[in-house]
C-alpha cells in the first residue's frame, strides 16, 4: 500500500469516527408545567414514548428525552424562560403561564382546530417565528386538546346572573371573561386553590374539564356551570440553540411524534370528559345547564375578551391568527 493511499485511508477512517462521534446520543432536558402525577403530563409521557419507540426503529441511540420533572424543578411561569436561556431544552406547558411574553399564544385557546389542522394551516409556523423571535425558543405544537375552562363553584346558580359577583379563581388567560360576565376573577397558583376554596377566599375556580380529581378540588366543588369555554392549550416549545443542534431527520420524528401524541390526547381528554362528569354526579356535585340564550352570551363573552386582549397585544399577528383558527 503506497504511503498515499495510507493516508487517504487513515483520513477516511478519522473522517468516519467523527461522524460517529456527531451521531452520539443527542439529548434533550426536558420539563412539564405540571407534576408528573397530574393527567396533563400523560399527554408528554405520551410523547416520549412515542419518540423513544421511533428512535429505537430508526435511528438507536442518537436521541433521548430526558424528563428532569414539574414544576419542584422550575416553577411553572419561568419554564419558559428557563428555555430560552438554555437551562433547559424542551418545556410541556400552558398558553396561560407565558402569555405575557408571547400574547399570540393565547389563540390557540380560543382555536376551532385540531393541533394537526393548525399544522396544515400554517398556524404553527407563524407561531414558530414568533416564539424564536420573543422567546428564543421553537414552537413544537400543541399537545392538548378537547377540555374546554369550566366553571366550577361552591355557591349555588341558576343562570348567568348568579355568577356576577362571585370571586373565581383562574390563570391569566381568563381575566378578561370572568370580568365581561361580571365575575371577579383571582388569580391564584393551583397548590393554593383548595385552602382559598375552604377558607372562602374564593367561591370556585376555572380549570379545564376532567382534570380537578388531581388536585382533590372535587372535595369542595358542589356545582359545575355549563358549558365550558376555549379549547386547552398545552404546548411543546424547544430552545432554539438545542433544536439546532438535531439533524433534521430527528426534528421531523419529533414534529411527527408530537401530531401523534396529540391524537392520544384528544381521545383521552374526550374519555376523561365523561367519566369526570359521571364520577362527580355521583359524589352529588350538580351540573347547571345554562339556558341556549345564557351558554351563547357565556361564549361569546369568553371569545370576544380574550380576541381583544390577543389583538390589542398583537394589532398585526393577532388578526391573522383569527383568521387562521376560525372554521
Partial sequence: MSRALRILLAGAIVLSLASMVEAKTVTVKAVTAWPKSVWEVGNFIKFMEIVKE????????????????????????????????GVVDMVFTTDGYYVSAVPEVNALSVSMLDGWEERAKGVNALLDKIHQEKVNCVYLGRLGHNLPFTIYLTKPVKGLDDLKGLKIRCSP???????????????????????????????????????????GWEKVTKYVVQPGVYNGANVLVMNKKKWDEIPGDLQKLLIDAEDEAARSAKQRALDLIKNEKEALQKMGVKYVELPPAEAKKLTDAAYSALWDVIIEKSPVNGPKLKEMVTK
Avoid at 426503529?57 to 419558559?80: D, R, S, T
Avoid at 371573561?177 to 383571582?186: D, E, M, Q, R, Y
Avoid at 376555572?206 to 380529581?213: C, D, F, Q, R, V
Fill in 54 to 85: 421511533r428512535v429505537a426503529q430508526k435511528y438507536p441511540g442518537q436521541l433521548e428525552i430526558q424528563y428532569a420533572g414539574g414544576p419542584e424543578v422550575i416553577p411553572n411561569q419561568e419554564q419558559v424562560e428557563a428555555a430560552r436561556m
Fill in 173 to 215: 388567560t381568563l381575566i378578561g371573561f370572568l370580568k365581561k360576565i361580571g365575575a371577579n376573577p383571582v388569580v391564584i397558583p393551583p397548590p393554593e386553590v383548595y385552602t382559598a376554596l375552604e377558607r372562602g377566599v374564593v367561591d370556585g375556580f376555572t380549570w379545564p374539564a376532567g382534570l380537578i380529581k388531581d388536585w
